[in-house]
């Protein structure tokens, strides 16, 4: 179908250094020297020049390489990603948001020089914990003092550093959680991300719960750690500004923003998502697969799902459009008004607290307008 130029463009790296326990995304272990890796790479980069050559590229306000783990590349093979990128499409663009994820064990301090000076201007680093004992328990490969480490050596070139936390998992105290937070406010990095765990079907961490060796995560627990994330992160000058981000001033991911706010998307490498739309249909594809087609009333409910992921919320005008395909919009945001999960203030619909800690329910009523 004609669609809409796209504005975000993903490229997706599907390998790590080993597998963590909780983990059910779409990577595999794999040796750093394998040449899977050096074949994955060149296939990526004859992609970005076919896409270019179509014009795919030329309307990209943000690029994020993500995974599995971008760094475990290391760093030739990333030079030659950066470079395909970087005769691909503009990476001077002033206002370009170019995100690269890396795990603390396969980040230093030449692989934070070099990816800034080929254009990477934001780094988002998969810390999870402060807390050792923590970071045993999702098997992560990496320890406390190396994710310290990695968020500093960051530092040195990168004013924009963001780091992921998680919370809620069996065996992290709240006040183990609590000192991670700290710990990122104290590094000075500009966002964080805080996810709770879940337990994803077919995982080791899902088999130690049915086996009984691990507990299942509470919900309680999980959502006075969200509070608590809320308190020190709001009180050291973060703004919420999505269910589980928050970023000084200025610091917003704009690539992430990107995906909830209807954005065309164009994704890369192997199970790597491409949104494309006009103003009739939005269609996702992955791997070849259509994994979405939705009509014009489906976006419209889609939309005011992702708002209401988002602290600015919907506005009037806005709701008052998706209403022309969804009649039932109206009421059913005034009765999640009155459920408490979403508030009304000047002139615009926002998730309250318990909107946010119950989103699958209000996600979910949003969805089911269409
Ligand atoms: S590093 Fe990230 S992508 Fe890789 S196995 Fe761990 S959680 Fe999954």
Redesign the pocket.
């Known amino acids: 179908m004609p669609h809409d130029p796209y504005k975000a463009l993903y490229i997706h790296i599907p390998f790590?250094v080993?597998?963590?326990g909780?983990?059910d995304?779409a990577?595999q272990?794999i040796s750093r020297e394998s040449p899977l890796i050096d074949e994955y790479v060149e296939a990526l980069v004859i992609d970005l020049r076919k896409r270019c050559k179509q014009g795919d590229l030329s309307q990209i306000e943000t690029v994020y390489i993500g995974?599995?783990?971008p760094s475990h590349l290391g760093l030739n093979r990333l030079s030659s990603l950066l470079y395909a990128l970087s005769i691909s499409m503009d990476l001077t663009r002033e206002d370009l948001e170019f995100t690269m994820e890396a795990?603390p064990e396969s980040l230093d301090e030449r692989m934070v020089k070099d990816i800034w000076a080929m254009g990477v201007n934001r780094i988002s680093i998969?810390v999870q914990s402060f807390d050792d004992a923590v970071l045993h328990i999702l098997?992560?490969?990496h320890d406390a003092a190396r994710a310290r480490s990695a968020v500093r050596e960051a530092q040195l070139r990168f004013e924009n550093v963001s780091v992921d936390l998680m919370c809620g998992i069996p065996g992290q105290s709240r006040t183990s959680f609590e000192e991670s937070v700290r710990t990122a406010i104290d590094l000075g990095v500009t966002h964080v991300s805080v996810y709770p765990l879940t337990i994803e079907p077919h995982t080791p961490f899902d088999k130690a719960v049915l086996s009984g060796l691990m507990e299942e995560p509470d919900d309680d627990v999980e959502a006075e750690h969200m509070l608590a994330a809320e308190e020190l992160l709001s009180s050291a000058g973060y703004a919420r500004y999505e269910v589980a981000s928050y970023a000084k001033p200025g610091f917003e991911s704009k690539h992430n923003t990107s995906y909830w706010t209807g954005v065309p998307y164009l994704g890369l490498g192997q199970s790597a998502t491409t949104m494309t739309q006009n103003a009739e249909r939005r269609m996702r594809v992955m791997n070849g697969q259509v994994i979405d087609d939705l009509n014009r009333p489906q976006m419209e409910a889609e939309d005011l799902m992702l708002g209401m992921r988002m602290a600015c919320g919907i506005a009037d005008e806005r709701l008052a459009q998706a209403a022309c395909f969804l009649s039932e919009a109206p009421d059913v945001m005034r009765e999640l008004e009155s459920e408490g999960l979403i508030t009304h203030v000047d002139g615009r619909w926002r998730p309250t607290q318990r909107g946010w800690l119950c989103g699958n329910e209000l996600y979910a009523r949003l969805l089911d307008l269409a």
């Open positions: 790590c080993k597998r963590c909780y983990c995304f990577t272990a995974g599995g783990t795990n998969g098997g992560r490969a």
